[in-house]
T-cell receptor
Framework: DTGVSQDPRHKITKRGQNVTFRCDPI?????LYWYRQTLGQGPEFLTY????????KSRLLSDRFSAERPKGSFSTLEIQRTEQGDSAMYLC?????????FGPGTRLTVL | KQEVTQIPAALSVPEGENLVLNCSFT??????LQWFRQDPGKGLTSLLL?????REQTSGRLNASLDKSSGRSTLYIAASQPGDSATYLC????????????FGKGITLSVRP
């Protein structure tokens, strides 16, 4: 059990560029979640997968955001045409039963 | 609206003090409640999870209690140490095992040597 991993850990981009983040859940965890956290706030839910099916999306997930989980293993979160308001920590979590386990996060800075 | 509140936003205590961190939530029909620790710039570490049928959970110097009827949970830290300095977040699931966590804003704890 190596824990949830996320890549990259830090990303700096210019406004208008596209970025993609990757999350590798704990092996055998069938549920995967994405959250976003801004400074001084608790994480906010973005989207959830059970295996490869995306079962819930937050209204925070605008049309510029897309998430996938092909084959029910790793997941990617893509942000198109980034805006300064997208600057945040993007956290991934996985679970098998009740408890969610989080990765170290990807810190996105949009200049 | 289902919300989680943590007050105060920050707390500073001398080393060795026993302390209590509070969490309140609207809608008592929770599924479970989880306490997390977050160090600056890092991800979240799960500390304790309490199922809705449970009243408390313990791990080492940490004890978390749950009172659904009053919409409250507390995290008790015994004999605090400087290494306990971090932000502590409370999160609630309402919809079942598959559901998302709804977080409070966290309490930033500083333990002075």
């Amino acid at each position: 059990d190596t824990g949830v991993s996320q890549d990259p850990r830090h990303k700096i981009t210019k406004r208008g560029q596209n970025v993609t983040f990757r999350c590798d859940p704990i092996s055998e965890h069938n549920r995967l979640y994405w959250y976003r956290q801004t400074l001084g706030q608790g994480p906010e839910f973005l989207t959830y997968f059970q295996n490869e099916a995306q079962l819930e999306k937050s209204r925070l997930l605008s049309d510029r955001f897309s998430a996938e989980r092909p084959k029910g293993s790793f997941s990617t979160l893509e942000i198109q045409r980034t805006e300064q308001g997208d600057s945040a920590m993007y956290l991934c979590a996985s679970s098998l039963a009740f408890e969610q386990f989080f990765g170290p996060g990807t810190r996105l800075t949009v200049l | 609206k289902q919300e989680v509140t943590q007050i105060p936003a920050a707390l500073s205590v001398p080393e060795g003090e026993n302390l209590v961190l509070n969490c309140s939530f609207t809608d008592s029909a929770i599924y479970n409640l989880q306490w997390f620790r977050q160090d600056p710039g890092k991800g979240l570490t799960s500390l304790l999870l309490i199922q809705s049928s449970q009243r408390e959970q313990t791990s080492g110097r940490l004890n978390a209690s749950l009172d659904k009827s009053s919409g409250r949970s507390t995290l008790y830290i015994a004999a605090s140490q400087p290494g306990d300095s971090a932000t502590y977040l409370c999160a609630v699931t309402w919809g079942g095992a598959n559901s998302k966590l709804t977080f409070g804003k966290g309490i930033t704890l500083s333990v002075r040597p």
